[in-house]
């Protein structure tokens, strides 16, 4: 692709060299001849190799290239065009003979299917999906079109995914919930007959658990991300365009709505209402039942970040609150002595 | 099943329509004609389509259905009548075609052995369990009856596990411990020897890890309940009717003896020690050698209940205690001025 | 094996019974005739049935075996000898029918394929290795020499693995990192196109996930060692011996030098460095950015150990220390009741 491709694919502006051939992307500092990198600010001071530089407007730059490209949002037009010039691998439609498909499933066109996968009794693969060796997916499972089921990836019965859907290595959707009722010899399990919903353009990290809804469904709305090894216990309901890092765990109910950012290794209790764009910080822990308000929350119990950094301050401050203490102490001896006389 | 069978089955009072029909069961809130449901506190006014609700007994009632059975523990009367009305799908004995089973394995009756799946030289697989798709059995490992074993879970060599054990897809039974000894050079591998057995009516949760004893054995008692994501390490030892919610670590050698609630993102050192009947909160920290009697923990490091709040509560008003500071602050110097004069 | 032989192996020295014969390594406390055990400390009081104990130098001994060895580091020399005693299984080459072995793949000399194994194309496989039943090698992967591949190990394409590297059950290696850029209508996937390299002598836990770079690569270190459960992000880089436990997560283009030890559920947010022989306690959390000198460090966010405890031990004095304000109150109430008299 020609650096004026480029421009025209991201209707940007271009200056320099626009013959110059672009074959690949990569980081500023790393970048050689035929790549293509970006600046997120000017004042990225950096050397680079790059053929060509996507970088914000009207600014003056700290590096050169022999094409630049301006954009607003320099990483954003970046990761577009790498979609372009490194489209992911497309496997073939097919089916490897090794693979265990029920003679009653449904397999669209172009679907390619793997060494080692299994397709359950009833279920239905959409258009263009890949299942890759060793997935599993059970029975009545509804996989839609152009998805991507890494390998080892399992699906379980009766669970449903919609279009363009990447599950990576090591999912799990649809285990059982973790419900038991006590009596008195021990647990009895609470019946996890629900489903999972996967909205479309949802993508799941590598070896997540979403476990199926007891009685309902467990859901992941439109075009939200999850990182590696997060834990979406049952009937949880994800909004759409929600970020979740890794290792964060939702306990059963709890509400996630639209546009939340949530970091790592945040533990929510069950049960609780995360409302619309609320950004939860890393390691936080929200208690159950508890609705957390637009923002941004931090700590256990989660409170706003500024609270968090206030309250952190005054523990912080404790030494020298004790010294003021004894300071006070001695002062207030000292009138004592002085009164008594 | 009639709504006088189930009644009887529950040996519960039946009011109202026993004939009615039921054939599944679902939340109050939207149960439909031909279902079941119920409701934990009489208070819980619903409006419910169910034919059949079960109520706790002799209390006014916000919620009604053709037929009511009443039961001191509603839940536990669902779960129970559940269970018989959507019963797990058995898969017939029988092996697939693509399985590797050693020809040594001894392989019960009624045994279910899906696709992909591989069982090592000298294991024992028990009557009527059912090793689904992809679940890789190593040697000497033996499983006891009526098991589910789910899709891509890895038992490994030497492990033994009792009756009616369920593992959820992903889960690793004896990977090697986490052991080593510092020389000059780096690392060398503590001997990961041993091995885990898991008792009867364990359920353990999607992408769990076990590990084996390093010299030991590694061992989850009777009827415990360990949901996903959760590790435990080598030599750890957990009782009977231990409840373990998602992404809980127990470090080596730690105890966690019968009856304990641990919570989620729950952290323990090694050599911890929790009495019986202890309950732990999510994300709490239990420090290496801790021993944690009866009653209910939180934070971290672990400390009573009550301790927890008054002390976050104490945190909480730390900025009224500085006001009250320079307020004293204040009128200590007005009390030293007037002395001075 | 002799107990003098195994003497003269550790080149230390023997007291006793040199040609008892010892076949395998136990626990002290439950070795009996024909085991090797060792004790750590001399106070270690210990009735043991081992044959032969491997003890500290020059100390009263507490306990008693027909055969004494001294050793300085007797735990090192037992796990020495436990590798010679207890080696692991060794698969004979040779390839399972049932893999699934790209005919341009390059495999190794004495390399063990088991059964559903797939192997991509371009891919090369070092002599010695074993990759385990249900192992997914992708394409135009790398790995070495020795290595040990765990059945349902994912390796995904274009990673690169030294020699002596052991991946357990459940791993993925080269995953997709976690990177999206926000755009109005959602998030628009940042290129994920970099690798993973695993340099020799590495072990990583079950179900660890290690991220392949975005533009570049993650990188684990020589001699590094991974417990189960562990996230590592796109763009890590870790040196070499460094000790990571369970459940830690460490986010995109953290650097981790040599010789780190860190405990289990630690968090890292991106773009931290920790600097080389850094001890970072359980369940820590390092902000991003955030550079940690070598030294103990704890908490969240974290800090030096002492500082740590003394922080925390004036949170535990909170109650006393309000109760120290109310006596001043009172003081001082006094003192200016009597100054106005």
Chains 1, 2, 3 share one sequence.
Not at 54 to 68: D, E, G
């Amino acid at each position: 692709m020609k650096a004026r491709e480029i421009a025209e694919f991201l209707s940007a502006e271009l200056s320099g060299d626009g013959d110059i051939e672009i074959e690949s992307v990569a980081d500023a500092a790393t970048a050689t001849a035929g790549q293509l990198a970006f600046l997120e600010r000017p004042a990225d001071a950096v050397e680079t190799g790059a053929s060509c530089l996507i970088v914000p407007p009207n600014l003056p730059l700290t590096a050169s290239a022999p094409a630049i490209i301006s954009a607003e949002e320099p990483k954003l037009a970046f990761a577009r065009i790498a979609a372009k010039l490194h489209p992911r691998k497309m496997r073939e439609g097919g089916k490897h003979p090794s693979a265990n498909i029920s003679p009653d499933a449904r397999i669209g066109e172009g679907v390619f299917i793997g060494a080692f996968v299994c397709v359950g009794d009833g279920s239905e693969i959409g258009d263009g999906t890949e299942l890759r060796a060793g997935a599993m997916v059970g029975d009545n499972v509804r996989i839609g079109m152009r998805c991507v089921i890494h390998p080892n990836v399992v699906v379980c019965d009766g669970c449903l995914l919609g279009d363009d859907v990447i599950l990576h290595s090591g999912v799990v959707i649809g285990a059982d919930g973790f419900g038991y009722v006590r009596d008195r010899d021990g647990y009895v399990k609470f019946p996890q007959i629900g489903i999972v919903v996967v909205e479309d353009h949802v993508e799941i990290g590598a070896n997540t658990c979403v476990d199926r809804g007891a009685l309902g469904e467990t859901r992941i709305g439109e075009g939200t991300k999850i990182d590696n090894l997060v834990q979406v216990a049952h009937n949880v309901r994800i909004g759409k365009r929600v970020v979740i890092a890794a290792q964060t765990g939702i306990s059963g109910s709890t509400v996630i709505e639209d546009d939340c950012v949530i970091g790592g290794q945040v533990g929510f209790g069950d049960h609780a209402v995360v409302k619309s764009g609320a950004v939860i910080g890393s390691q936080a822990g929200v208690l159950p039942g508890k609705i957390v308000r637009p923002g941004v929350w931090w700590g256990t119990p989660v409170q706003p970040l500024d609270e968090y950094k206030r309250q952190n301050a005054y523990v912080k401050s404790l030494g020298r609150l004790r010294e003021t203490l004894r300071e006070i102490e001695r002062r207030l001896g000292e009138l004592e002595g002085n009164s008594r006389k």
